[in-house]
């Protein structure tokens, strides 16, 4: 039957570099995402991104991949509500709601792709018995449980 390949492989978590800020925002307004238009922390969202992940060596596709994933939010051209967008990555959101200190558009990928900075390879990420995940980095982000 031949090698089973993984749905994933490890490379696809990696930082690409050669996808800047302004190929992520060509992109964006090619797809006529609302994201062409968003603005976080006073810049436009596709640098933003671009510098998270740069920043924690996350792959910028694998992100935007989540928004659609989670939200289908990536492919519409009129911005979602705003609880969607306050848990557009649903990064620490529960079926029984939101863990306190995870809601809010910037900081759902400043959480997210802080995690995934903790990941060196896919196995990490669905062998959960041999990989400890914790829901905050540092006292600044950590959840009040």
Known sequence: MGEVKPFVEDYMLKFVP???????????????????SMTAEGRPFSYFLQDLCERYK??????????????????RATPPSDKVINK????????????????????????????????????QVRDYETYVVKLYDDVEDRADL
């Open 18 to 36: 050669a996808i800047t800020g302004d190929r992520i925002q060509a992109y964006l307004e090619k797809i006529n995402s609302w994201l062409r």
């Open 58 to 75: 996350v792959n910028q596709i694998w992100m935007l991949a989540t928004i659609q994933k989670e939200q289908s939010a990536l492919f």
């Open 88 to 123: 557009i990555l649903g990064y620490g959101i529960m079926e029984t709601g939101t863990l306190p200190g995870y809601a809010g558009f910037e900081k759902q990928f400043k959480s997210a792709i802080k995690q995934f900075d903790k990941y060196d390879q896919w196995g």
